[in-house]
């Protein structure tokens, strides 16, 4: 009863504040489809999503531990400088999403604060991609405090803890312009289990995804008509598109649907852009060796239906994370990176025309094998190691 009259409170505020939002000035702001068009985004992935050094990557621990600000090299990486974002933007790429883990730079738990400190290299990141024109997606990424508890014993203490940390870096950032968009949570899901979510589990996240926004719309500014964009369960879409698994939220009066975007990611087929088992995808490639069964019809198809479920209905559409992981085997390494190459033109090419943003996915990792998704060399100046994957990107995007 405790819990559930806190929640009501927070909810009478987020609404006093949103009838002042409402009277302040606004800089004109562009809709999400109007943000996403045209968009081809590169993930800056494996470093400001990054645990504590020394901490486990699956704890919900909420706090700001010793050398917490550190966190961004945790898993290997170099520190990230403006020349990352340079060649990022010399390459083609146009806009870029930045995984962020808030939980290890909590200094107040009960507001949660967010670390001085950790806001800073944040907003000076973001502030060179702007300085390079780029569009920039910020999130909440492995809080597994809420990615992993998607529970109604956990709701209303989650959705109150998100608003408070989604209240905190939204007013850090009100005054940004267009260019900078939010993005509520990540994959949300039960600890290893990445398959069809329970009816309670869709609730959760429909929950988390009207309570960010509502708390961000409630900071103002900029904040009133910022593209924001909402997730499906494990930003899967099969696990949004179908049975309205997905409810759309409901924005502040004025705004309709038309500033909200929905996320998912895609690796699909899996089994040839992540699990590795087959080496070839598409029709024109039958005579190299086995295909995946799912084709570019597959997901032509699929992209359609999103346009019709979503896109009809003035909500923009952005694919947070997609890529093919490096795997070949000897002798057929060239034709097996042309087919790479094949598969991004295609993926891009078909995105882009529907209107959808794109983010690949890059961890910084070389080789054969799964989790292989590197394209830029961080270690070595920036040098593009993956140059089937740019020039599959790049092809028909410029």
């Not at 109007?34 to 993930?43: E, H, L, R, T, Y």
């Not at 870029?96 to 107040?108: D, G, K, L, T």
């Not at 589990?201 to 009133?224: E, H, K, S």
């Not at 003035?314 to 085997?329: A, Q």
């Amino acid at each position: 009863m405790r819990t559930r009259t806190k929640f009501l409170f927070l909810r009478v505020i987020i609404i006093g504040m949103l009838t002042f939002a409402n009277t302040i000035y606004c800089m004109a702001q562009i809709t999400a489809k109007q943000w996403n068009k045209d968009v081809v985004g590169w993930n800056l992935g494996n470093q400001f999503e990054c645990s504590a050094p020394g901490q486990d990557g699956e704890s919900m621990a909420i706090g700001n531990p010793e050398l917490s600000i550190k966190a961004e090299t945790a898993w290997g990486n170099p520190v990230v400088t403006k020349k990352v974002i340079k060649a990022v933007k010399d390459a083609g790429f146009n806009a870029i999403r930045i995984p962020i883990r808030w939980q290890c730079h909590i200094s107040n738990a009960q507001a949660m604060s967010i670390d001085k400190a950790w806001m800073k290299r944040i907003k000076e990141v973001v502030d060179w991609c702007l300085d390079y024109d780029l569009k920039v997606i910020i999130n909440t990424h492995h809080d597994k405090w809420l990615e992993g508890r998607p529970f109604q014993q956990y709701k209303e203490e989650n959705c109150q803890k998100l608003a408070l940390l989604w209240f905190n870096i939204a007013s850090e950032f009100a005054s940004y312009d267009y260019r900078l968009a939010f993005a509520g949570t990540n994959e949300v899901h039960v600890k290893d289990n990445w398959g069809k979510p329970t009816a309670e589990n869709l609730d959760v996240q429909n929950a988390y995804n009207q309570t960010f926004i509502d708390i961000v719309r409630a900071t103002g500014g900029n904040n009133a008509k910022r593209h924001l964009i909402v997730q499906t369960y494990v930003c899967n879409p099969d696990f949004g598109i179908n049975n309205n698994e997905f409810i759309i939220p409901t924005d502040i009066e004025g705004n309709g649907n038309n500033f909200m975007s929905v996320e998912f990611h895609y690796y699909n087929p899996w089994d040839y852009a992540g699990e590795c088992k087959y080496y070839f995808w598409g029709e024109p490639y039958k005579q190299y060796g086995e295909v995946s069964p799912s084709n570019e019809k597959s997901m032509t198809d699929f992209f359609d239906k999103v346009t019709n479920t979503w896109g009809a209905k003035d909500l923009g559409i952005v694919i947070g994370e997609w890529g093919v992981t490096d795997h070949y085997k000897s002798g057929q390494m060239d034709i097996i990176h042309e087919n790479m190459t094949y598969y991004c033109t295609t993926f891009v090419a078909e995105a882009r025309k529907r209107g959808f943003s794109t983010f690949i996915w890059d961890n910084n990792a070389f080789g054969s094998g799964m989790e292989k998704f590197g394209i830029f060399d961080r270690e070595r100046g920036m040098k593009i190691k993956a140059d089937w994957i740019i020039k599959g990107v790049m092809q028909k995007n410029n």
